[in-house]
């Protein structure tokens, strides 16, 4: 377990591999180990740091604000303090969020782009997920537990094929969340648009999705293709929100072959 002191309190990440740095971002109510297999697979070529998001996964949870512009600073501050000055983002569904909003910010800091399920538009969201922004339900799931077990158990049934593991892994992370960055953190998401903005992003960038997602609608990849002219699109499927759970070995290889496209430009 390794951590940082950033200007808004402790980050912490864990760190698999050598080689060029490759920075992994995490979904809403999610954590770095949902990246433990991709760290594994990248490893022989790539040195993996998956960091938690502030009020997520083993990181501060005093922070103020959990909004998308929040984790895009935090990671800025994150290859900062780790002397990166650039690197490939991946992130999957809020990651990937970030992860756009980070090269449009700071391109400098971005050499390609991997987003996995993540909205362009935050009113792809499935409903439930825009309720789950709403202060008072947060509140009442945290005030009866229960109810946010029922939901995330309701969840797993088509969230992914990976159901029991999956709900091991959220509600795990799920009690390492606070009530705070629960709902701000997606009620930001709900209200993000990055259409208009893609044709400002230069770098290359993979989108993946899985045919089956039920927490974000499939057709954002199609929005992500439409507006990123250096986009390049992966359906998955077998997949739901969690290519990498459910497709682990083809998402493992979609990945690596992107990633290895950059090694092979700068030989050139």
Known sequence: ????????????????????????????????????????????????????????????????????????????????????????????????????????SKPERVKQIVVVGSPIVGNSLSFWLQLAGKPWIATLLWKFPIFLRIFLKLMSLRATQKSDEWYQM????????????????????????????????????????????????????SVLGKNLASSQIEMMPGSGHFPMLDEPVPFNRRLLDFLYQDVQEQLQ
Request: net charge negative.
């Open 1 to 104: 377990m390794s951590s940082i002191v950033t200007d808004q309190g402790v980050v912490h990440y864990e760190v698999v591999g050598r080689g060029r740095p490759v920075i992994l971002l995490h979904g809403w109510i999610g954590s770095w180990g949902y990246w433990l297999n991709t760290m594994s697979c990248l490893e022989s070529h790539y040195r993996g740091y998956a960091l938690d998001f502030w009020g997520f996964g083993d990181s501060g949870k005093t922070r103020g604000s959990f909004q998308v512009n929040d984790f895009v600073e935090l990671v800025d501050q994150f290859m900062d303090r780790l002397g990166i000055d650039a690197a490939p983002i991946i992130g999957h569904s809020m990651g990937g969020t970030v992860a756009l909003s980070l090269a449009l």
């Open 170 to 221: 959220v509600t795990r992370d799920v009690s390492d969340t606070t009530l705070e960055s629960f709902f701000t953190s997606i009620r930001s998401l709900r209200y993000t648009d990055l259409t208009s903005l893609l044709s400002n992003i230069s770098v290359p960038t993979l989108g993946i999705y899985g045919e089956s997602d039920i927490i974000v609608n499939p057709k954002q990849a």
